[in-house]
């Protein structure tokens, strides 16, 4: 059981709490579907995952994580538009 430093009570956490994706995990998932995902896609999911924070904020996050995650995590994303969905970030397949 943790203790709050301020109140000196303590506090439990749920397993839901602790077990719960963050946004990058969510949008880390999205880029490893086989059929990848639009940021669209990606806010959407962030949202249904984060109905308690801002939606904006979360597209923002998504629009900057579309290019510098790979960056950061060293792989190569397949992009392009498929009819029907629109622009799609998926990671590539190893040649």
């Given at each position: ?26 949008i ?28 904006e ?23 392009g538009t ?10 590539a397949?190893?040649?």
């Amino acid at each position: 059981m943790k203790t709050n430093s301020k109140t000196g009570s303590a506090s439990r956490s749920t397993t839901t709490e602790q077990d719960r994706p963050t946004i990058l995990g969510v949008i880390w998932g999205m880029f490893n579907r086989r059929e990848g995902a639009t940021q669209k896609e990606m806010v959407e999911a962030c949202a249904s995952s984060f109905p308690e924070r801002d939606p904006e904020g979360m597209a923002k996050t998504v629009r900057i994580q579309c290019s510098r995650m790979p960056l950061e995590k060293g792989f190569q994303l397949a992009k392009g538009t498929i009819p029907g969905r629109g622009y799609v970030y998926r990671i590539a397949e190893a040649e």
